[in-house]
């Protein structure tokens, strides 16, 4: 009779997490290969088509780099989260509540202040609604024991569908000609761009220093010990008096403010005015989840595996209009690498022994 046996792993070297992650893309990529195949299309052309359109040119490059910005900024946010084992999938809500909260400054005060005070309110409101939509999850999960994973995903739900009631209703703009949307924004409320690109420099420098600053607190202060805490022995936690709510209420005010300031970035450097929710983010909050978990948790891998992941994006594009592959490749590519990275995390930290017992 075979049996199985798991046991915890103690003996976790940065060398062995290293090459854990590696074969498991590894193995994902091999197993998109097989979908390729499965379509009909040459593997290996498929994925020199996916790597070649976001790495092989400058202008792909640039492209990768305006959708790693957003990836960056989320995927950030949610390691803090992640490491608390708070389950926030609900950044994509967050950003678009960020991206409320920014149009709703711009729309009503763009006119009336300059570029150099509207800027920096504006990503003042995109955290302060991307923060607000993270608290609630939060509140429900401490005072009511609500699963989070449940309550953070229908929430992006609820938040699409508000967005969706203000650019057809109080907020369709005059000058849309009957199309939802609003009106664009004031020169003063427009991030300013690399020039010949489409790169926002404000968010893509908040989201080196927000990277940067998120990796400081996780291991250098007090909070990111709490969170790791909370996380790692909630017991332990406890015991060492540790408050619970307030870990929780903070790392979600974060994790949702990051997000809100992606939002920022979508439409005040990229749109310039507000319109459906599949326009103002391309699932950015679930390939986020993805960034965060390549990159182990740490906030600063997290700017490689940002623009890893922005490239398939960008690569997923390049592929449906060159080989006439379904829109749904790219996230049948991103589903596949978090499953294999999420299993790749199983059998590092749990051993599985085979034994052979004598019947």
């Known amino acids: 009779m075979i049996q199985f046996s798991v046991t915890d792993r103690y003996d976790i070297s940065a060398g062995r997490s290293f090459m854990t992650n590696l074969l498991s893309l ?6 998109i290969g097989l979908v390729f195949l499965f379509l009909g299309v040459n593997p290996f052309y498929a994925l020199f088509k996916i790597f070649s359109g976001s790495f092989g040119s400058f202008y792909g490059f640039k492209e990768t780099l ?14 803090l989260a992640f490491r608390a084992k708070f389950w926030n999938i609900g950044a994509e809500g967050q950003l678009l509540m960020g991206a409320i909260f ?27 609604g991307g923060a607000l939509w993270g608290i609630i999850p939060a509140i429900l999960k401490i005072r009511f024991s609500i699963n989070e994973v449940i309550s953070t995903l229908m929430l992006n739900y609820i938040c699409a569908d508000f967005l969706t009631m203000l650019i057809v209703g109080p907020w369709k703009g005059s000058t849309r000609f009957g199309f939802p949307g609003t009106d664009n924004f004031p020169d003063s409320a427009i991030l300013g761009l690399i020039p010949g690109s489409r790169i926002h420099y404000a968010t893509f420098i908040l989201s080196i220093l927000c990277a940067v600053i998120l990796c400081i607190v996780i291991y250098k202060t007090r909070f990111g010990y709490e969170a790791r805490v909370v996380g790692e022995n909630p017991d332990a936690g406890r015991y060492a008096g540790i408050d619970f709510l307030k870990t929780t209420l903070i790392l979600m005010i974060i994790s949702g403010g990051l997000a809100g300031l992606a939002g920022v970035g979508e439409v005040a450097g990229i749109h310039h005015y507000l319109g459906y929710p599949a326009a103002v983010s391309s699932g950015y909050g679930f390939t986020a989840i993805i960034v965060a978990w390549l990159a182990k948790l740490n906030p600063l891998l997290t700017l490689v595996s940002g623009i890893f992941f922005a490239g398939i994006l960008v ?8 080989l006439g592959l379904p829109a749904a490749t790219v996230g049948i590519v991103n589903g596949i690498l978090l499953i294999c990275l999420i299993m790749g995390d199983y059998f590092l930290k749990n051993k599985i022994t085979l034994t052979i017992a004598k019947p």
Do not use: C, E, N, R
């Not at 590894?26 to 197993?31: E, I, P």
């Not at 305006?66 to 390691?79: F, V």
């Open 26 to 31: 590894v193995a994902g990529l091999f197993m």
């Open 66 to 79: 305006t959708k790693a910005i957003p990836l960056i900024l989320i995927g950030s946010g949610l390691t």
């Open 102 to 128: 920014a149009s709703w400054t711009s729309l009503f005060l763009g006119d009336h202040l300059p570029s150099y005070i509207m800027v920096p309110l504006m990503f003042l409101a995109g955290f302060t």
């Open 315 to 322: 690569g997923g594009d390049a592929v449906q209009i060159s």
